[in-house]
């Protein structure tokens, strides 16, 4: 057993390392299924397999430790599966609060861009000073922009660039409407913006008292799914759990319940998940 959780233990470190140095254009060959699974979900290069290398190692780890301390396959299956979703779950934790990050600054950045309006800036120069004087968020996006609009000349090419640098719903609806205020004109730019703002705003209020009020729920639900793996790796430390769980009826118990703690996981999440907005084709 020793020897398996050595062997196991330097398997997952060494699927960690290569997810860690792998480059960009050339991912390990033993990752490249999971790469493909994760580009689906709107994830692409580095970023990709430093996520599925992180889960594979984890899972692997989790696995080989499980066992090595238990010494039940199903229970030590269950608890790599659950290692193993860990770095997805930051990873949409971490996208979550940067979507969040990004709507808070927009109400901000549309006052700016009134503001340079009505002093008499053009719109393109209105944009290009938020990557020096706008919301920390957002500046580094608007710096894009003002690199593409100077080099190309093109406001509509600048603004695409910043679409697909924060890739966020607001930044399609503002860019939308700049880029038809700067192509046709118009006197209701200043207004249209404002009731932007506004509404980002009122969003923003009802999503942090609905986000108040459900937050007990996910904290319930991760404490509910981790609590059973928890419970089934102490209860392996016995001989007589390892008898009884180490049968085909013992298996078919821990799939299932595994099985019904996913679901009900899943449930709770679902019934707490804010409503999100389609981003503009």
């Known amino acids: 057993m020793r020897a398996f959780a050595i062997v196991g233990g330097a398997l997952g470190a060494w699927i960690m390392l290569a997810g860690l140095t792998a480059s960009d254009a050339g991912p390990s060959p033993a990752l490249s299924w999971w790469r493909r699974a994760l580009e689906r979900r709107g994830l ?3 970023r990709v397999t430093r996520l599925a290398a992180g889960s594979m190692g984890l899972a692997t780890t989790g696995f080989v430790v499980t066992m090595a301390v ?18 997805s779950i930051r990873q949409r934790s971490s996208d979550a609060r940067r979507a969040e990050m990004l709507r808070a600054a927009w109400p901000d950045a549309l006052a700016s861009i009134i503001a340079g309006i009505r002093a008499g800036m053009p719109l393109p120069e209105c944009c290009s000073a938020l990557a020096e004087r706008g919301p920390e968020p957002l500046r580094g996006g608007f710096g894009r ?7 190309s000349g093109s406001f ?3 603004l695409q660039r910043l679409r697909d640098d924060l890739q966020d719903p607001i930044a399609d609806r503002v860019a939308l409407v700049l880029e038809m205020a700067h192509e046709v004109g118009g006197t209701d730019l200043v ?15 009802t999503r942090g008292e609905v986000r108040a009020r459900w937050s007990w729920t996910i904290n319930a ?26 049968g085909p009826s013992g298996v ?11 679901a009900a996981y899943r449930l ?6 804010l409503p999100e907005e389609r981003r503009l084709g």
Do not use: H, N, Q, W
């Open 44 to 46: 692409s290069g580095r």
């Open 145 to 151: 922009f003002a690199v593409t609009y100077r080099a």
């Open 191 to 205: 207004r249209v913006l404002r009731v932007t703002s506004d509404k980002v705003r009122d969003d923003l209020r």
């Open 252 to 262: 078919a118990v821990i799939a299932v319940g595994s099985l019904v703690t996913f």
């Open 156 to 158: 509509t090419a600048g």
């Open 268 to 273: 709770m999440l679902r019934a707490a998940r």
């Open 70 to 87: 238990g010494g039940l396959v199903p229970v030590a299956v269950v608890a790599g599966l659950g290692a193993g979703a860990l770095p």
């Open 221 to 246: 639900a991760r404490v509910a799914g981790g609590a059973p793996v928890a419970v089934l790796i102490v209860m392996s430390l016995r001989s007589e759990a390892r008898i009884a769980y180490g």
